[in-house]
């Protein structure tokens, strides 16, 4: 069964660091979608992929934080620096349609902890 | 910014009881969905609901859309250990916005 897959699964890294997180869509799934997750809160959207063009970066912190699809298949999101507050689950997910409300097919996201 | 409300936060009961979580905002949303998470991984979709009053059935749970498209209810019939897992809603409309969740334990 085809799946999202995402690494590392988990990060450990200090403060002012650099930090990437990697995500490999299901195969076709022209639609791929970066969400933070803060421990007891629901997931955040980030930044949202149409092939390779960002649809939507408005919740991404521009200052720190930047994202790419540079294929339009496989994408990266990159902290730096990485500060206490960037602890979270970083999700990635795709689906095979553009616009909201079609079903969003998650990884099993990147744990980050930042000391 | 839609906000979705879910209640309640955290829900702890015997296994074989019934149980009603809610998905609660001010705003209309064109679809809205119910997700379930476990510890460690991504949330996994259960369901879409799309049409005002509409009603789904996957099992032992139903999913509830509200007339007015503004909230949802997943009531789950006789809970097993199984159903144990953080129940997310998601609104779409512009953007697609999740809810806090709801923390279910179910206890044997």
């Known amino acids: 069964e085809a799946e999202v897959a995402q690494s590392p699964r988990y990060k450990i890294t200090e403060k002012s660091q650099a930090v990437a997180f990697w995500c490999d869509p299901i195969?076709?799934?022209?639609?791929l979608y970066w969400y933070r997750q803060i421990l007891g809160q629901g997931p955040e959207l980030l930044v949202q992929f149409q092939d390779e063009s960002v649809v939507d970066d408005s919740q991404l912190p521009k200052d720190r934080f930047s994202a790419e699809r540079l294929k339009g298949v496989d994408s990266t999101l990159k902290i730096q620096p990485a500060e206490l507050g960037d602890s979270a689950m970083y999700l990635c997910?795709?689906?095979?349609?553009?616009?909201?409300?079609?079903?969003?097919?998650f990884g099993p996201g990147t744990r980050l902890t930042v000391l | 910014t839609q906000l979705l409300e879910q209640s309640p936060q955290f829900l702890s009961i015997q296994e074989g009881e019934n149980l009603t979580v809610y998905c609660n905002s001010s705003s209309v949303f064109s679809s809205l969905q119910w997700y379930r998470q476990e510890p460690g991984e991504g949330p996994v979709l259960l369901v879409t609901v799309v049409t005002g009053g509409e009603v789904k059935k996957l099992k032992r749970l139903t999913f509830q859309f509200g007339d007015a498209r503004k909230d949802s209810s997943l009531h789950i019939t006789a809970a097993q250990p199984g159903d144990t897992g953080l129940y997310l809603c998601a609104g779409a409309d512009n953007d697609m916005r999740f809810g806090a969740g709801t923390r279910l334990t179910v206890k044997p």
């Open positions: 997910a795709s689906s095979p349609a553009p616009g909201q409300g079609y079903e969003q097919f």
């Open positions: 195969s076709g799934h022209a639609t």
